[in-house]
């Protein structure tokens, strides 16, 4: 009935190349303008995944409410840059295949636009199969350095946050270590502090979801936004967030159908969840599939504008 995460097809591209108000926004980079407010709109907000190595980041901005002209996506994520394990020094490092590095060097026209229309934009980490992954730093020294790439990133790129997506690590491979209890915390709690006014966002899946707590730390409040992990289907992610801040719905656009997913959308509002989720936004108009939802979420159909 639904697709199991990401599409299969993609992690080959990975290894060759190797979120309810929105509350957390980033401030322009220097010399940028300031970001223009976003056009009021009432209801849940909209996250938009693109996969960088096929799409432009720009599609998500290409779509705007008939009803008001408000952007139908408020949040727009970068798919994917990769936690790579270096065998050499024994840690984790923050890698970009050729794709995601054109994009980020390319702020100015493929970032800089969407946040100018009041558009989040940010970067999900992914495994890439090296045995690298969040849940298996062997220190907290480990995992804050690996937090200071992400923030450092953040803050070179001009980017709004981070999302962890703990998919493909693979661990073990390279003699790394399997997935402990206090890595994604230690990573998690050092991560907020270098970067209190940014969006962290959790892809609910993987050994780091189910390792929110350690030592009397719980760092559940320090994400924005959860996610289902799993398109075309209901699943409200196992984490002590409020409903605003949940994605229980979540859909793969021109793969979901219509049907299912103006139903899950009906089902965010009734039920009172703050996000809706989705997937795989491409170059085509998908304007006929993305009214699907707009009209339950904002009771509004969407327009397309090449």
Do not use: C
Request: proline share 5%; no cysteine.
């Amino acid at each position: 009935m639904f697709t199991l995460v990401r599409s299969r097809v993609r992690t080959a591209a990975l290894a060759l190349s190797a979120v309810a108000a929105l509350a957390f926004g980033a401030t322009a980079p220097a010399g940028a303008a300031a970001p223009a407010p976003a056009l009021a709109k009432q209801g849940p907000t909209s996250v938009a995944y693109v996969e960088v190595n096929n799409n432009s980041m720009l599609n998500v901005g290409r779509y705007t409410l008939a009803n008001g002209g408000g952007n139908v996506f408020d949040v727009a994520v970068i798919f994917a840059a990769n936690i790579n394990y270096d065998t050499g020094t024994k840690t984790a490092k923050l890698y970009f295949n050729e794709n995601v590095q054109r994009v980020l060097d390319n702020a100015a026209t493929q970032i800089r636009p969407l946040q100018q229309k009041g558009i989040k934009v940010v970067l999900s980490v992914l495994g890439n199969h090296q045995g690298a992954g969040f849940a298996n730093f062997p220190s907290q020294q480990a995992a804050s350095a690996f937090a200071k790439q992400l923030s450092d990133a953040v803050t070179k790129y001009g980017l709004d946050g981070i999302d962890f997506d703990d998919e493909y690590a693979e661990y073990g491979n390279n003699g790394t270590g399997q997935p402990n209890s206090s890595s994604f915390v230690h990573l998690v709690t050092a991560l907020r502090a270098n970067m209190p006014g940014k969006i962290i966002s959790l892809y609910n899946i993987g050994p780091a979801a189910s390792r929110l707590s350690y030592g009397g730390v719980d760092v559940s409040s320090k994400f924005d936004y959860a996610w289902n992990p799993y398109y075309g289907s209901w699943q409200v992610p196992g984490i002590a967030l409020p409903k605003s801040k949940l994605s229980p719905a979540a859909v793969e656009i021109g793969r979901t159908s219509q049907s299912t997913s103006a139903g899950l959308a009906r089902r965010t509002v009734s039920e009172g969840y703050g996000v809706y989720l989705t997937y795989n936004l491409d170059g085509t108009d998908r304007s006929a599939a993305v009214s699907a939802f707009t009209r339950e979420l904002y009771g509004s159909a969407a327009v397309y504008t090449p």
